[in-house]
């Protein structure tokens, strides 16, 4: 991984409340992926954002799920009101411009977990 | 629709013995194909990449794989598995190609275990 750091690592929620997750890219980078990794499963998109701009969000559900990348500081993805079902692996990634695959990086994860 | 299907869920060998992890893909245009590996609460890591040059990809920790449009393969092999193998792989393939998106879509994974 060459940089892209997610926090936090772990977080547990009870049912209702919010979750905050967020992802610092590469320097330079202004393109940030997100990624849900359910139990036993691979990973699904969620959302392409670049600077400011929301770009792809056909993956994401369409309740309770936000996204963001401001100018400044990282990516925020938020789940309100979690559920049980929101208990996964949340993976960003990060590249210059669209890749193909080959120079987007990808950070350790957030593992949220819904009590 | 693009889909990859990794054909084993689990794959056990032995250390020293060869691997073969199988991936199908399915796509509408010439794909690009790449396979991950992540390790127990651990991010991805590119293994391997296939953009349409040679149809055998190295790559890294000994690893490789083989593009087969005819079979609509891309098969993960590796002539000696270690101990340090053991971890989940993931068979990827890009999203359509547009300008301003870049989604890949992943297999179910396969996990390997290696025995000593």
């Known amino acids: 991984n060459a940089g892209v750091m997610q926090n936090p690592r772990h977080l547990v929620r009870r049912r209702g409340q919010e979750a905050r997750l967020r992802c610092s890219p590469v320097?330079?980078?202004?393109?940030v992926y997100w990624y849900r990794q359910l139990p036993e499963e691979g990973l699904k998109f969620m959302v392409y954002l670049q600077k400011e701009n929301i770009i792809d969000e056909s993956g994401m559900p369409k309740e309770r799920f936000s996204a963001e990348f401001p100018k400044e500081g990282p990516s925020i993805l938020r789940i309100q009101q979690v559920v049980r079902g929101d208990s996964a692996a949340y993976f960003c990634?990060?590249?210059?411009?669209?890749?193909?695959?080959?120079?987007?990086?990808f950070g350790e994860g957030s593992w949220l977990t819904v009590v | 629709a693009q889909s990859v299907t990794q054909l084993d869920s689990h794959v056990s060998v032995s250390e020293g013995t060869p691997v073969l992890l199988r991936c199908n893909y399915s796509s509408s245009y010439s794909p690009s194909l790449f396979w991950y590996v992540q390790h127990p609460n651990k991010g991805l890591q590119l293994l391997l990449k296939?953009?349409?040059?040679?149809?055998l990809v190295k790559g890294i920790n000994g690893f490789e794989a083989e593009f087969k449009k005819s079979e609509t393969s891309f098969h993960l092999t590796k002539p000696s598995a270690h101990m340090s193998d053991a971890a989940e792989y993931f068979c990827?393939?890009?999203?359509?190609?547009?300008?301003?998106?870049?989604?890949?879509?992943f297999g179910t994974g396969t996990r390997l275990q290696v025995f000593p």
């Open positions: 320097k330079g980078h202004s393109h």
């Open positions: 296939y953009t349409s040059a040679a149809t």
């Open positions: 990827v393939v890009s999203g359509p190609p547009t300008a301003d998106t870049d989604k890949l879509i």
């Open positions: 990634a990060s590249s210059p411009l669209p890749s193909s695959g080959n120079t987007i990086y």
